[in-house]
């Protein structure tokens, strides 16, 4: 079946550290999304990518990197200088470059040890 | 920038009650979504609407565009309807992407046998 795959599902980082945050699809969309979930707020976007080799930035970019170098995969990392970066992420995904997102993938649990 | 709020935060029934989610925006909007996020955290859409109103099985979406006001209505509500529903509205043209959407915090609905 088609989907969204993110991965791992839980992470643990230490201070200071980057992580990197796992989202395939298989799909054939072509657009990707990643998104911020805090408690009490409303998802917010930090990045997107409408088309292979390239990405735009979002609401709150600032403290993760993107590459989109395959169709299929989105890869967020999130930098140290992130300075709360304990939430949970959510990557989606959408047919067409300027559609909306369709499909979205379980997520990914991010804790700072 | 347009804002979303949901009322309410918070909602329990008993089976088999009929429930109702409200969602307002601010500005003029070219569509709307209503999603479903599972306690696991992962999100399912459930409809999106422009105008008019949309049903499948139990649940039904309204929007009203002058109001700007949408609601979700569950009918003969079930313990497997318990999850966290969210809208979000897509401001701008059909032909902006799909950064240009504004989640609201969701309402969490329990459900007890």
């Known amino acids: 079946d088609g989907g969204i795959t993110q991965s791992p599902k839980y992470l643990f980082r230490k201070e200071g550290q980057n992580v990197t945050l796992s989202c395939e699809q298989n799909?054939?969309?072509?657009?990707m999304y990643w998104y911020r979930q805090d408690p009490g707020q409303g998802l917010r976007l930090i990045y997107y990518?409408?088309?292979?080799?390239?990405?735009q930035k979002g609401d709150i970019a600032e403290g993760y990197s993107v590459s989109r170098e395959k169709k299929e995969s989105f890869p967020l990392t999130v930098t140290s200088a992130q300075k709360n970066p304990t939430a949970f992420y959510l990557c989606?995904?959408?047919?067409?470059?300027?559609?909306?997102?369709?499909?979205f993938g379980d997520g990914t649990r991010l804790s700072i040890l | 920038k347009n804002e979303v709020e949901q009322s309410p935060q918070n909602l329990t029934a008993q089976e088999g009650e009929f429930i109702t989610i409200n969602c307002s925006y601010s500005v003029g909007i070219s569509a709307l979504h209503w999603l479903q996020q599972h306690p696991g955290g992962g999100i399912v859409s459930l409809f999106m609407l422009s105008s008019g109103k949309k049903k499948h099985g139990r649940l039904i979406a309204t929007i009203n565009i002058q109001e700007k006001h949408s609601s979700l209505h569950i009918t003969a509500s079930h313990p497997r309807d318990s999850a966290v529903y969210i809208c979000?509205?897509?401001?701008?043209?059909?032909?902006?992407?799909?950064?240009?959407?504004?989640f609201g915090e969701g309402t969490q609905l329990t459900v007890n046998p």
């Open positions: 799909l054939n969309h072509d657009a």
């Open positions: 979000a509205v897509r401001w701008g043209s059909k032909e902006t992407s799909g950064s240009r959407l504004t």
């Open positions: 990518s409408q088309i292979v080799n390239d990405f």
């Open positions: 989606a995904s959408s047919m067409y470059s300027r559609g909306w997102p369709q499909h």
